[in-house]
């Protein structure tokens, strides 16, 4: 079990770039759940997968921010044309039952 | 919808003293899981304890434990011979039908050597 990762661990883009995270979830968890975090604030749920179908879309997903996950494997998280509300920490857990388990993140900072 | 309210921003607590951290949550859920997390610095979030709500027992894990109180919604926190690594944000979480986690703002809990 080697936990849940993710990559890059920072990533520094300018405004209107687009950015792509990548999270690779524990072994044999076939839910896999996106987060966003800001400073001072708990995190806020953007999506989650069950294997490779998307079952739940949260409103602050807006249309610059799409999420895969081919083959029910790795997940990647890309936002198009990044502003600086973008900022965040954005978190990704993965569990089999009620349990999630959470990797350590990519920071976000748009210039 | 879910909401968890998190009323205390800070907390602080001597080196092997005893500190409760309080959370409220409103649900409109029959069935629902309620947590704690920690998140240390720069660290990743970590699972402290869940409580299943149809359980009535209030839910142990080493020198931490929960007081449930289901009628006021109320799930908090006590963290028994605090640990200076017990420093760190705390969030409290609920999950009913829907799989996401709704999460409280956090409470930073500061350890006194």
């Known amino acids: 079990d080697t936990g849940v990762s993710q990559n890059p661990r920072h990533k520094i883009t300018k405004r209107g770039q687009n950015v792509t995270f990548r999270c690779d979830p524990i072994?044999?968890?076939?839910?896999l759940y996106w987060y966003r975090q800001t400073l001072g604030q708990g995190p806020e749920f953007l999506t989650y997968f069950q294997n490779e179908a998307q079952l739940e879309k949260s409103r602050l997903l807006s249309d610059r921010f799409s999420a895969e996950r081919p083959k029910g494997s790795f997940s990647t998280l890309e936002i198009q044309r990044t502003e600086q509300g973008d900022s965040a920490m954005y978190l990704c857990a993965s569990s089999l039952d009620t349990l999630q388990y959470f990797g350590a993140g990519t920071r976000l900072s748009v210039l | 919808a879910q909401t968890v309210t998190q009323s205390q921003p800070e907390m602080s607590v001597q080196e092997a003293e005893t500190v409760t951290l309080s959370c409220t949550y409103d649900?409109?859920?029959?069935?629902?899981?309620l947590f704690w997390y920690k998140q240390p610095p720069s660290r990743q979030m970590i699972l402290v304890i869940r409580q299943e709500a149809y359980k009535q027992q209030n839910a142990t894990e080493n020198r931490f434990s929960v007081n449930f109180q289901k009628a006021a919604k109320s799930f908090s926190l006590k963290i028994s011979d605090s640990q200076l690594g017990d420093a760190a944000m705390y969030f409290c979480a609920s999950q009913g039908g829907s799989e996401k986690l709704v999460f409280g703002k956090g409470t930073k809990l500061t350890v006194n050597p």
């Open positions: 649900t409109s859920e029959s069935d629902y899981y």
């Open positions: 072994s044999e968890h076939n839910r």
